[in-house]
């Protein structure tokens, strides 16, 4: 490990100690840190957003006479008119046709994902004959429970009623494996900062006694 390396690692083992003070109480160390991830992160993503988005799909096409990206210069030009008591009403035009494009391209995609490949993921083959074909047929028993469970628009009594229990059994497990996923992936995070910091300190220390008992040059 080099000198610049030390002092970069170095940087990342104090940013990483300022998160962890959020744990005793919040502080201006946490604070630093926090908007110093949010600002590099917005500076990142600007510089992203502008070779990745703005030069590719304005700047260029522009350059090979395709003046038809004129008009989506314009609206984006027209929502910096929000900054502006009296003209921010011409924002409205830009943001009324994002907002119903965006919500047109949004529904396919939510149909498709949410609804036709949920539906066609619950048509599967069952039987008794493996436990393949068996849990199959519990995954059809619990999305049909879930989705009669929030069927209000009868009483849940009865066969009606213990089905909707099934439904709540389900959607608790589906709660619970998500909760503990969440949780195992935080943890993850976790061991992995104590781990960088481990290894930080063991060659930070290997790092001075080779600076001092050799005369490692810096």
């Known amino acids: 490990m080099g000198t610049e390396e030390i ?35 917005a500076g990142y993503f600007a510089v992203i957003l502008y070779y990745n988005g703005f030069v590719p ?21 027209m929502i910096w008119a ?30 498709q994902n ?14 008794f004959t493996s436990w393949q074909l068996f849990s199959n047929i519990l995954i059809i028993i619990g999305v049909l429970s879930a989705l009669i469970y929030f069927f209000f628009s009868k009483e849940h009594t009865g066969l009606f009623g213990r089905t909707a229990k099934v439904g709540i059994w389900t959607l608790m497990i589906g709660f619970g494996a998500g909760f503990g ?3 195992m992936g935080r943890v993850s995070l976790l061991a992995e900062r104590v781990i960088f910091l481990r290894e930080y300190l063991l060659e930070l220390k290997y790092y001075l006694y080779l600076l001092f008992k050799h005369g490692l040059s810096l």
């Open 82 to 111: 929000r900054f502006s008591r009296k003209w921010s009403w011409i924002s409205r035009f830009s943001l009324a046709f994002y907002i119903g494009s965006g919500t047109g391209f949004a529904i396919a995609l939510y149909m």
């Open 7 to 41: 002092i970069w690692n170095a940087i990342a083992v104090f940013l990483t100690i300022c998160i962890f003070t959020f744990l005793y109480k919040d502080n201006p160390f946490y604070k630093f840190a926090e908007h110093l991830v949010v600002g590099v992160s």
């Open 57 to 77: 799909k304005l700047i260029v096409p522009l350059r090979h006479g395709e003046w038809i990206y004129i008009i989506p210069a314009i609206l984006g030009l």
């Open 181 to 183: 996923l969440t949780v």
């Open 114 to 127: 949410y609804v036709i490949r949920q539906l066609s993921s619950t048509m599967l083959p069952v039987g």
